[in-house]
């Protein structure tokens, strides 16, 4: 099921600026794109993930990634074009070798546009197999 309310604020979370909704990024419809919602979210997740410590130097230096596993997609309000947009992004929780984020992207007057569930994995890239969520994840959990 989708999550309910946004949960408080934390002190790990993320505000990423994606820029305004450009008339290219909507259907005939007026809703967003499915791969536009994706995209700010890939965005979101980057951003969230580097600055909690998985970044492309720790891979570098233990071999170990993320990879996701799941994703569910929650849509909101149809934003129109020239809407500023921003994802927001909390760190859910943690279990074994697998973890969960939450991406919201909103507009500038904080409507969701939609909300964005992932869960991940950790895996070591020279043995292709899950390991261990690293240390540092768990301080990100308020």
Request: include cysteine; glycine fraction near 8%; charged fraction near 20%.
């Amino acid at each position: 099921d989708p999550m309910g309310d946004w949960p408080a604020e934390g002190r790990y979370d993320l505000t990423v600026p994606l820029g305004p909704v450009r008339p290219s990024d909507l259907d005939h419809t007026g809703e967003m794109l499915f791969e536009q919602i994706i995209r700010h979210s890939s965005v979101s997740s980057h951003a969230q993930l580097n600055g909690l410590g998985l970044t492309p130097e720790f891979s570098n230096e233990t071999g170990i990634n993320r990879m996701g596993v799941e994703f569910l997609v929650s849509r909101g309000i149809a934003p129109a074009a020239g809407t500023p947009l921003f994802a927001k992004s909390k760190l859910q929780r943690i279990k074994g070798k697998s973890f969960w984020c939450a991406h919201r992207i909103v507009t500038d007057l904080g409507e969701t546009v939609a909300t964005i569930e992932q869960c991940l994995l950790t895996v070591d890239l020279n043995t292709r197999k899950a390991v261990a969520v690293p240390d540092f994840l768990y301080k990100a959990l308020d």
